[in-house]
């Protein structure tokens, strides 16, 4: 599964966006216009105390929310003007996603929890089943494609989960504190794989509080009370300088 081909102008970008909750009679302002543009190919860490905004920014890159205000575009595309349907379908095909949680089902295989998201695009089951084992042997598990999650290791569970996020050939990986649930052998095993997919090609957005999880990435934005406090790129991961 080859990543994306480059093309012409930014992967996504936010313009002036704002997202306003209400908690009862209180306003809560949890993004006050950011702005920003992330490039194809670009390997990116949000990161944030709590309460700073960088979970409502992850939502709204990942098309599971919707800006109060402001313009979001996603390869050239106005994503915070489509309808519900066409937000599903962007999730769908174009993101992702990898949780701090893994999210597998339970009482299905490696194979079926991976090839799902072609299930829902409605692929034919051949194919499907083709994609998922070429996907579920790039993360190293071929072995394992007929093990139920209860059967797999944390390490392992979080390798379907970036197996299932990859089956699409989505615009961007977008991974949600994806070492949280693992101890720092292990989390450094993954995110070894985050800096292979990187490599070869893949744009990788990561949300993170952990400062030596941010250092793999060649972008971290730090956000504070809604704000861009700071936008840094490295000319490279970390792990390459050791």
Same mark, same amino acid.
């Given at each position: 599964?080859?990543?994306?081909?480059?093309?012409?102008?930014?992967?996504?970008?936010? /313009?002036?966006?704002?997202?306003?909750?209400?908690?009862?009679?209180?306003?809560?302002?949890?993004?006050?216009?950011?702005?920003?543009?992330?490039?194809?190919?670009?390997?990116?860490?949000?990161?944030?105390?709590?309460?700073?905004?960088?979970?409502?920014?992850?939502?709204?890159?990942?098309?599971?929310?919707?800006?109060?205000?402001?313009?979001?575009?996603?390869?050239?595309?106005?994503?915070? /003007?489509?309808?519900?349907?066409?937000?599903?379908?962007?999730?769908?095909?174009?993101?992702?996603?990898?949780?701090?949680?893994?999210?597998?089902?339970?009482?299905?295989?490696?194979?079926?929890?991976?090839?799902?998201?072609?299930? $829902?695009?409605?692929?034919?089951?051949?194919?499907?089943?083709?994609?998922?084992?070429?996907?579920?042997?790039?993360v190293g598990l071929a072995d394992r494609a007929r093990h139920r999650p209860n059967e797999l290791s944390g390490g392992q569970r979080q390798r379907v989960a970036i197996a299932r996020a990859?089956?699409?050939?989505?615009?961007?990986?977008?991974?949600?504190?994806? =070492?949280?649930?693992?101890?720092?052998? =292990?989390?450094?095993?993954?995110?070894?794989?985050?800096? /292979?997919? $990187?490599?070869?090609?893949? =744009?990788?957005?990561?949300? =993170?509080?952990?400062?030596?999880?941010?250092?793999?990435?060649?972008?971290?934005?730090?956000?504070?009370?809604g704000h861009i406090e700071s936008d840094v790129a490295r000319a490279a991961p970390a792990t390459a300088r050791q």
């Open positions: 599964m080859p990543a994306q081909p480059a093309a012409a102008g930014p992967l996504l970008h936010l /313009e002036d966006i704002v997202r306003t909750y209400w908690l009862g009679t209180t306003e809560v302002q949890a993004l006050r216009g950011v702005t920003l543009e992330i490039a194809h190919n670009e390997y990116v860490a949000i990161m944030g105390p709590s309460g700073s905004g960088k979970s409502t920014l992850m939502n709204l890159i990942g098309c599971l929310d919707r800006p109060t205000s402001g313009s979001y575009r996603l390869e050239g595309q106005p994503v915070s /003007e489509m309808s519900d349907d066409q937000l599903a379908e962007v999730r769908n095909r174009r993101i992702g996603f990898v949780f701090q949680t893994f999210n597998l089902l339970p009482r299905s295989d490696v194979l079926h929890n991976v090839e799902l998201p072609l299930v $829902y695009a409605g692929i034919p089951r051949a194919e499907r089943r083709e994609r998922a084992e070429q996907a579920i042997a790039r990859l089956i699409g050939n989505p615009a961007i990986l977008l991974a949600d504190e994806p =070492t949280g649930n693992l101890d720092s052998r =292990t989390g450094a095993d993954i995110m070894a794989m985050f800096d /292979e997919l $990187y490599a070869s090609g893949q =744009t990788v957005i990561l949300v =993170t509080h952990e400062d030596d999880i941010a250092a793999h990435a060649r972008r971290t934005i730090r956000l504070r009370d």
